[in-house]
């Protein structure tokens, strides 16, 4: 059974930076893509970013590119987001997501539409 673990979530002021960092215990973590994924009150989740086991190939939401990185360090199990110039509208629980990596099509479905096994979600809050 796959565990995944969020961390790095909390309060920041807008423009501010935080980095969320998704720590999987899972022998084919290296074989599996990891999503972020957020959800506000009220509002559908939303794929925010990928990244690929094999190639390094990521995904981001238009509303956050060039804000957004994602980093995986595969030694550690680790996918970390950074987050720069944050935004209020940025403020959602943050959860990471894994899946099997089977090819680039079903990769970008997956990460618009969600993934196999869940960590329990990190709070973001931008304040004005």
């Known amino acids: 059974e796959v565990q995944l673990e969020e961390s790095g979530g909390g ?12 720590k999987v215990s899972k022998y084919t973590f290296p074989n599996d893509a990891i999503g972020w994924f957020r959800q506000a009150p009220g509002k559908e989740r939303e794929g925010v970013s990928c990244i690929s086991p094999t190639d390094g190939s990521t995904y981001y939401a238009d509303s956050v590119k060039g804000r957004f990185t994602i980093s995986r360090d595969n030694a550690q199990n680790t996918v ?3 987050m720069n110039s944050l935004k209020p509208e940025d403020s959602a629980v943050y959860y990471c997501a894994s899946q099997h990596y089977l090819f680039y099509s079903d990769f970008i479905h997956r990460c618009r539409t969600g993934m196999d096994s869940w960590g329990q979600g ?3 809050t931008v304040s004005l």
């Open 11 to 22: 309060l920041v002021q807008a423009g501010g930076s935080l980095r969320l960092a998704c």
């Open 80 to 82: 970390y987001l950074q």
């Open 122 to 124: 990190t709070l973001v």
